[in-house]
């Protein structure tokens, strides 16, 4: 094998951690393969549009074609057919923002929200920047404990008596598990996404009072903005990280009153989080019980027992946020809140509490997946407690893998920021405009360009509008949607790459360039001419001679 074909292992791995003599002839024949498209000159052509993926882990494969028609005269302006394409199918990224399922997708999210916390946090994006003088805070609402867990004191040792380490498997998993609230866990991750509207509707009402004014007419004094995100402890416990603003009465655009102070929103913000309570969902309301004799959950007994009571826990941090700039152990900044938000969009409950990343059909599936005890006897909770009729409107078992949790991780009010289909329709428009023999970034690769003549199309996943809608013709110019009829049709027809093509983009990863993991400046557009000299073809025809030597050895 020549010495420029490098191994998907290194020499100095082991031999019992080395690829199977039948990986091997697999990935023999695969290359083999790769070898017949180079010799008749399709592996360059299909070699751009994979790598238009990005990355992906696992795209979308769709059917189909699309045409463009003028309304007065019925003439077909363009037509493109997905059979066209080098691989015959139009490959869609698949958009997941989890980072364990989709790296590629879900850095691309990860990037998006940094960009909508922060356009609401310092202005851009359709956002003023006299934004960043309005009154603002960085607010964190933990749930309450049921029941004694392994964890890192900031004084003395842990419960059990030992100093436990950052990645302590332990960590987070109860004392005694016989005697853990299991049931009250869950049912507080299910009733979490109300808590957190109650909490919202009770921090208006709290605003008005400091104002001296009623929750009516307080919409013509300010308005309430915020971007939240959820996270799982590791004890499997789902608390929200809010930036919360306060604007003028019509957002963002106009000066918040002269009341409107973060001192103000800080107070708000405490009050609103301890006099927040859901009830159970589908029991009757009974008499109501003082805020003190509530507790953070009842077990329950029999259906006579009174109604379960569920609010957030007693630690409540609320930070102001200052100015741009890193300030070491001072308040909390624009940066480091859009940073750390961001982070947490992509990451569920997998990730801390080492629970599953997708729905279970049969709850003996659990068998063939490598979990911890707590997460499993979660999911087992979730499972069983979905058998009642009080919990059935709940949905527990197609939420058992979230451990009840069945609200949106990402959340934002109409007038904190731009939106995250905004900024995708942004990249695309960018990416459409850009030449063809440009090479596609990874993180933001929006189209694919039919290298047979046929047009650019959106892969955006999320937007199947960006299928039909073919802003622009075969020739890159724009088409006006006034004198332009767009007639489509799309069929789904699987998820991820054929072997031939999966084993092609693996050749690409090994080439690609990571970019870096925290975005902290923008990119400079006279690098993209640099850029443009070395078009996808350079890196192509290196791939190219590489397969066909492995192929010949």
């Known amino acids: 094998m020549p010495t420029h074909l490098q191994l998907p292992y290194s020499a100095a791995v082991p031999a019992a951690s080395r690829p199977s003599s039948s990986a091997l002839e697999r990935r023999a024949r695969l290359t083999a393969k790769l070898a017949k498209l180079a010799a008749t000159g399709q592996l360059t052509p299909l070699t751009r549009q994979i790598a238009g993926l990005g990355g992906c ?7 189909g074609h699309r045409t463009h028609l003028h309304t007065a005269t019925g003439e077909i ?11 015959g199918e139009l490959l869609v ?17 990860r990037y998006d929200t940094y960009q909508l916390i922060a ?52 960590l987070g998993t109860p004392l005694d598990p016989e005697h853990y609230d299991y049931m009250g866990a869950v049912l507080w991750n299910a009733h979490a996404p109300a808590l957190w509207a109650r909490f919202t509707t009770h921090l208006r009402r709290e605003i008005a009072k400091a104002a001296g004014l009623t929750q009516r007419t307080l919409r013509h004094h300010a308005t309430l903005s915020y971007a939240k995100v959820a996270e799982y402890q590791k004890r499997g416990q789902v608390h929200f990280h809010a930036v919360i603003r306060l604007d003028g009465p019509t957002g963002p655009t ?29 029991e009757p309301p009974k008499q109501p019980q003082p805020a003190r004799d509530i507790p953070a959950s009842q077990p329950q007994v029999s259906d006579r027992a009174r109604r379960l009571v569920f609010r957030f826990g007693r630690q409540t941090d609320v930070r102001a946020i200052r100015g741009t700039d890193f300030t070491g152990d001072g308040p909390v900044t624009d940066r480091h809140v859009a940073a750390y938000i961001a982070k947490y969009a992509t990451k569920g409950a997998e990730t801390t509490t080492g629970t599953l990343d997708r729905r279970l059909r049969f709850l003996a599936e659990l068998a063939t997946h490598n979990i911890t005890d707590h997460a499993r006897r979660l999911i ?79 892969d955006q996943a999320q937007h199947s509008t960006d299928l039909t809608a073919g802003h622009r013709n075969s020739a890159g110019q724009r088409v006006d949607s006034d004198t332009t009829l767009v007639i489509s049709h799309w069929q789904y027809a699987g998820t991820g790459l054929l072997p031939e093509l999966e084993h092609l983009a693996d050749l690409l990863a090994t080439t690609r360039q990571t970019r870096p993991e925290q975005p902290t400046r923008p990119r400079r557009s ?28």
């Not at 640099?530 to 010949?552: E, K, M, N």
């Open 57 to 63: 882990a696992h795209p979308i494969r769709l059917t």
């Open 77 to 87: 302006l363009d037509h493109f057919d997905s059979g066209r394409l080098p691989a």
């Open 93 to 109: 990224r698949c958009g997941n923002r989890r980072a364990t399922r989709c790296p590629a997708c879900s850095t691309v999210y």
């Open 119 to 170: 356009a609401g946090l310092r202005g851009g994006k359709t956002v003023p920047t006299s934004v960043a003088a309005h009154p603002r805070v960085f607010a964190t609402l933990t749930a309450p404990g049921f029941g004694p867990v392994h964890n890192q004191p900031d004084t003395g040792r842990c419960h059990c008596g030992q100093l436990h380490a950052d990645d302590d498997p332990l």
């Open 254 to 282: 106009s000066t918040p009153p002269a009341w409107a102070t973060t001192q103000l929103l800080d107070h708000a913000v405490r009050a609103a989080a301890t006099r927040t309570r859901v009830h159970h969902e589908g």
């Open 380 to 458: 087992h909770t979730a499972w069983h407690l979905a058998t009642r009729p009080q919990h059935a409107h709940l949905r527990l078992r197609q939420w058992a893998h979230m451990l009840g949790f069945r609200g949106h991780f990402s959340t934002r009010t109409r007038h904190y920021s731009t939106t995250l289909a905004h900024l995708r329709t942004e990249r695309t428009a960018w990416r459409t405009g850009r030449p063809d023999t440009q090479a596609p970034a990874p993180a933001s690769a929006e189209t694919q360009a039919g290298q047979t003549g046929g047009s650019p199309i959106g």
């Open 526 to 553: 006279d690098r993209s001419g640099d850029r443009a000299a070395h078009p996808v073809g350079h890196s192509t025809d290196r791939l190219t001679s590489a397969v066909r030597a492995g192929a010949v050895a």
